[in-house]
């Protein structure tokens, strides 16, 4: 049972499971198996995006066969997403909001997750920055960031897609939702 297991044996359960069965040698290979385990990290945030917006895809088409009118379809799916991940219907809420954002809008936003070129947070921050554009308008946001994610934090990441946004609405390419 996993919860009579101390925290030592846990972590020994998880290092085996990703095959990474001997201790470190050294402070080189620590780093270096920390780097490893964030981009692990971020490809999992990636596929917990898709996972969202396919549950998300499953449960309206479910709803709309059992007869739920369109505007009561997906009621109560954030709070569900929230406790499925141990987290509150509000986390739920903008977990779905960003899985929503990063599947359909922004693709090259979520391959960067995916690729441990950006982690959960910054993805966040970086969908929190784009959630007044429209879709179409995101997307171009999402081309203009390609690539420029790494060695960013989540606030300078949020400034330099705020940045994008805000040169394109001063040229009179955007407007506010």
Avoid: Y
Avoid at 29 to 51: F, G, M, N, S
Avoid at 52 to 66: F, G, S, T, V, W
Avoid at 120 to 142: C, F, G, I, N
């Amino acid at each position: 049972m996993m919860d009579s297991m101390t925290g030592a044996a846990r972590v020994a359960q998880v290092r085996a499971m990703l095959d990474m069965l001997d201790p470190s040698d050294s402070s080189a290979q620590c780093i270096d198996r920390l780097q490893t385990l964030a981009r692990l990290k971020a490809r999992i945030a990636a596929l917990e995006v898709e996972e969202i917006a396919d549950l998300e895809h499953h449960r309206h088409e479910e709803e709309a066969a059992r007869g739920v009118p369109k505007s009561r379809r997906g009621h109560g799916f954030a709070a569900e997403i929230g406790l499925a991940r141990g987290q509150s219907p509000a986390r739920g809420s903008k977990h779905l909001q960003a899985a929503q954002c990063l599947v359909q809008d922004m693709p090259k936003t979520l391959n960067a997750l995916a690729l441990g070129q950006l982690d959960e947070e910054r993805a966040q921050a970086v969908v929190k920055e784009v959630s007044w554009l429209t879709p179409e308008h995101r997307t171009t946001v999402d081309a203009l960031m390609a690539g420029q994610f790494e060695g960013l934090g989540p606030r300078k990441l949020a400034g330099k897609v705020r940045a994008h946004a805000e040169r394109l609405d001063q040229h009179g390419a955007l407007e506010r939702n």
